[in-house]
């Protein structure tokens, strides 16, 4: 076989084992499992503060430094089971799953917590939360920002 040939066929090889494809999650999806976090995570963590490390509701309301506590907390929870096992309880049950958008990989400890923070920011201001909506690969603020992506695993 000819030098070129072989060249050639070695750099379509290289072409098709580098690009990597994704299946992008669906919006409806990704709400579905923020909401079911937010059951099976956030809401025993809030009931922990107000009802056992605080008197009830009336001193959790009353103060500012629990509600903070509680979402800290939650971040921390979040970040870890995203970096060891790429999903959470809800990301797992619609079969989504976030890793670095270039090489498909798990993410680190640091990055989820950032990717959390940036989530709380673009939720706040609503246009990270429209971003998907907008984008053929339905990247949201928080997802640009941290360089990942949610996708659905097969």
């Given at each position: ?107 680190s400890f640091f990055r989820a917590f950032f990717r959390f923070v940036t989530f709380l920011f673009s939720a706040t201001i609503l246009l990270g939360l429209l971003t998907p909506l907008y984008r053929k690969d339905k990247k949201g603020l ?13």
């Amino acid at each position: 076989m000819r030098f070129r040939k072989l060249k050639k066929q070695s750099k379509q090889k290289k072409n098709t084992s580098t690009k990597k494809t994704f299946h992008y999650a669906g919006y409806l999806d990704k709400i579905k499992a923020l909401i079911t976090d937010m059951f099976m995570i956030y809401a025993p963590i809030l009931y922990f503060i107000a009802y056992v490390a605080m008197d009830g509701k009336d001193s959790f309301q009353s103060s500012q430094l629990a509600p903070l506590a509680g979402v800290t907390l939650y971040g921390i929870i979040y970040a870890i089971l995203l970096s060891k096992f790429g999903q959470t309880p809800g990301k797992k049950a619609y079969n989504l799953k976030v890793v670095d958008d270039k090489t498909g990989e798990n993410i680190s400890f640091f990055r989820a917590f950032f990717r959390f923070v940036t989530f709380l920011f673009s939720a706040t201001i609503l246009l990270g939360l429209l971003t998907p909506l907008y984008r053929k690969d339905k990247k949201g603020l928080h997802d640009i920002l941290s360089n990942t992506i949610e996708v659905v695993i097969e």
